[in-house]
């Protein structure tokens, strides 16, 4: 490998957290992931990968990254998103923005969760830079994971990249992932007529409405439960959460509007469309009878829910690789996406979850070296 450029661990590891690239919906705080994917790109190609950047549409300061080495049909990608989420610096003991050393640990924003990643998975490539591979090996680099998903929603968009076997090294305590929830993220409004409150008769109050409304979604909620139920999650059924309810404006005027918020976890084998449209059939009789407009729309983009395959090569060698068994987890990850591109996909990376989105995020030293030998034998099995 003489000749080739190859920055060390800890000189990567440290400029990845120091570049910052906090992905928020909020406009304020949204910084964008550009540089991150340069400085990427610009390693990887030294090391010999052929790299593409992928702009996410209407997001100038957004790009996802594919570096492939080799070529041919399949291959394995080594996944993960470049973006972190916010951060309250006040709450922070080291500066979020530097790598620092402390108790056997990497502090700093990103390092678990999960720019450190590409760290480990640059330093495992080195192995088989000149190495003859009978299928490609792929680092894909992602845009907005923490917020909208823009950067898997244009890479299912763009049908990139075609690998055979994904890995998402999202934090899961070097535990392989098979299964997460989806998630939906709702608003009902309801539009009445305010008017005075001494004669019902003139106006449509559109708080009561909302309570008839409630009343029916948690049926609703029963049924589903009834319905769908996997024990590989803590929660075995799907869930709805009312989480907040916005309308009126005094108590001696009738209320005119009223907005609520909730969430829908779903199991796999569930739709989000599906659900979102029976859930209208049953709302909108309740409106008619109150002769008040309803309207059931996304707040944000739903997410899928995440099932591999039990069967999977891929889950089977991370299995006997790791020493544990597969299991699901509680948060989404940009996996139903690869899946979906028809990818068999494993969740698994060195961070725990504990550690991700907090003050003084931090990898463990003991995670670095188990998980580079992990995607090396990884490497050596789907790609040489
Ligand atoms: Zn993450």
């Given at each position: 490998?003489?000749?080739?450029?190859?920055?060390?661990?800890?000189?990567?590891?440290?400029?990845l957290i120091?570049?910052?690239?906090?992905?928020?919906?909020?406009?304020?705080?949204?910084?964008?992931?550009?540089?991150?994917i340069?400085?990427?790109?610009?390693?990887?190609?030294?090391?010999?990968?052929?790299?593409?950047?992928?702009?996410?549409?209407?997001?100038?300061?957004?790009?996802?990254?594919?570096?492939?080495?080799?070529?041919?049909?399949?291959?394995?990608?080594?996944?993960?998103?470049?973006?972190?989420?916010?951060?309250?610096?006040?709450?922070?003991?080291?500066?979020?923005?530097?790598?620092?050393?402390?108790?056997?640990?990497?502090?700093?924003?990103?390092?678990?969760?999960?720019k450190?990643?590409?760290?480990?998975?640059?330093?495992?490539?080195?192995?088989?830079?000149?190495?003859?591979?009978?299928?490609?090996?792929?680092?894909?680099?992602?845009?907005?994971?923490?917020?909208?998903?823009?950067?898997?929603?244009?890479?299912?968009?763009?049908?990139?990249?075609?690998?055979?076997?994904?890995?998402?090294?999202?934090?899961?305590?070097?535990?392989?992932?098979?299964?997460?929830?989806?998630?939906?993220?709702?608003?009902?409004?309801?539009?009445?007529?305010?008017?005075?409150?001494?004669?019902?008769?003139?106006?449509?109050?559109?708080?009561?409405?909302?309570?008839?409304?409630?009343?029916?979604?948690?049926?609703?909620?029963?049924?589903?439960?009834?319905?769908?139920?996997?024990?590989g999650?803590?929660?075995?059924?799907?869930?709805?959460?009312?989480?907040?309810?916005?309308?009126?404006?005094?108590?001696?005027?009738?209320?005119?509007?009223?907005?609520?918020?909730?969430?829908?976890?779903?199991?796999?084998?569930?739709?989000s469309?599906?659900?979102?449209?029976?859930?209208?059939q049953?709302?909108?009789?309740?409106?008619?009878?109150?002769?008040?407009?309803?309207?059931?729309?996304?707040?944000?983009?739903?997410?899928?829910?995440?099932?591999g395959?039990?069967?999977?090569?891929?889950?089977?060698?991370?299995?006997?690789?790791?020493?544990?068994?597969?299991?699901?987890?509680?948060?989404?990850?940009?996996?139903?996406?690869?899946?979906?591109?028809?990818?068999?996909?494993?969740?698994?990376?060195?961070?725990?979850?504990?550690?991700?989105?907090?003050?003084?995020?931090?990898?463990?030293?003991?995670?670095?070296h188990?998980?580079?030998?992990?995607?090396?034998?990884?490497?050596?099995?789907?790609?040489?």
């Amino acid at each position: 490998m003489s000749g080739i450029q190859q920055p060390d661990l800890k000189a990567v590891l440290s400029r990845l957290i120091e570049i910052p690239s906090v992905s928020s919906t909020q406009p304020e705080l949204d910084m964008g992931n550009m540089p991150v994917i340069h400085e990427l790109a610009g390693w990887l190609e030294t090391m010999g990968f052929c790299c593409e950047i992928i702009p996410i549409p209407e997001a100038p300061l957004k790009a996802n990254l594919i570096a492939t080495l080799g070529s041919g049909p399949g291959g394995l990608v080594l996944a993960g998103h470049t973006d972190t989420v916010p951060y309250n610096e006040n709450l922070w003991q080291f500066d979020p923005f530097s790598l620092n050393e402390s108790d056997n640990r990497f502090y700093g924003l990103g390092i678990c969760d999960m720019k450190g990643f590409f760290g480990l998975v640059m330093e495992a490539v080195k192995d088989y830079l000149k190495a003859p591979l009978k299928a490609p090996l792929i680092i894909l680099a992602t845009a907005d994971e923490e917020s909208s998903m823009s950067g898997a929603r244009a890479l299912a968009a763009a049908g990139k990249p075609r690998g055979r076997y994904a890995v998402v090294g999202e934090p899961t305590g070097m535990q392989p992932v098979y299964m997460h929830k989806g998630i939906m993220m709702e608003r009902i409004r309801i539009l009445g007529q305010s008017g005075h409150s001494s004669n019902p008769a003139l106006g449509r109050n559109a708080m009561e409405t909302a309570h008839k409304v409630i009343t029916e979604i948690m049926a609703f909620r029963e049924e589903l439960a009834g319905k769908y139920n996997n024990p590989g999650f803590a929660v075995p059924t799907p869930t709805i959460n009312l989480g907040c309810i916005h309308g009126g404006d005094n108590p001696n005027r009738i209320c005119g509007h009223c907005d609520l918020d909730f969430d829908v976890r779903l199991l796999p084998g569930m739709d989000s469309r599906e659900l979102r449209e029976s859930l209208k059939q049953r709302l909108l009789p309740i409106a008619r009878a109150d002769n008040v407009k309803l309207s059931l729309d996304a707040i944000h983009e739903s997410i899928d829910p995440f099932a591999g395959s039990a069967d999977s090569p891929l889950l089977k060698s991370c299995e006997n690789l790791t020493g544990y068994s597969a299991k699901s987890v509680a948060f989404t990850t940009e996996a139903p996406f690869f899946s979906r591109m028809g990818m068999d996909t494993v969740v698994l990376g060195p961070g725990d979850i504990d550690q991700a989105h907090q003050p003084d995020e931090y990898l463990s030293m003991d995670r670095i070296h188990p998980t580079i030998e992990l995607l090396r034998s990884l490497i050596r099995q789907f790609c040489l």
